[in-house]
């Protein structure tokens, strides 16, 4: 694999349908994974999972266990997952403010593609 | 599908591993096929065809077809795809600046992993 491909590799994983929503969520604190299946609308217990597990993996989000019965997890952003904050939720909003508009752009293709 | 999902499914499309660079790519003025084929390493005919026409049906590309003989096609990036250029550089710049480090973050996570 060219060092190219891992950059874009990086951004595959960073840019995810899920882990925007769950960068910017643990970017402002400490969160649980409860408090993020419910805060993230549409995610399941398997992809929060598989994409908790993979953000930490990369270095983009620490997990921490604290010893109580039953044992309490957290999440929080890292510090080099938090330089990326701003440019996320600039993307999070473009993408809240224009949805309607894209998908007016995209029935309009389709128009255009089956006449 | 509710209007969230529809907000998320648009950041799926535009972070796609391909699509940044795409937007990228065509925010600087119009490129040719094969100018993005030879710019953007290790993306296939297909998968670049594939992601210009989601992207030209998402309203982010323009694609124009000139009259010539052969006709040449060009792409330029939309007023709406302008307004995530800074945050998609930003992510760009990141990604390539920090590989290694999430890289060595991978291995020692799959170190502690299997030990």
């Known amino acids: 694999m060219t060092e190219e491909c891992t950059a874009r590799e990086v951004l595959d994983r960073v840019g995810g349908k899920w882990s925007i929503a769950i960068i910017v969520a643990a970017a402002q604190g400490p969160v649980r994974f409860t408090e993020l299946e419910r ?67 995209r029935a309009a293709y389709d128009r255009r593609a089956a006449s």
């Open 39 to 105: 805060s993230i609308d549409g995610i399941s217990r398997r992809m929060l999972a598989l994409t908790l597990r993979n953000l930490e993996r990369d270095g983009l989000l620490t997990r921490t266990v604290y010893p109580t019965v039953p044992p309490k997890v957290e999440y929080v952003a890292t510090d080099l997952a938090r330089e990326i904050y701003d440019a996320l939720v600039t993307l999070t909003t473009w993408a809240e403010r224009h949805r309607a508009e894209i998908a007016a752009a």
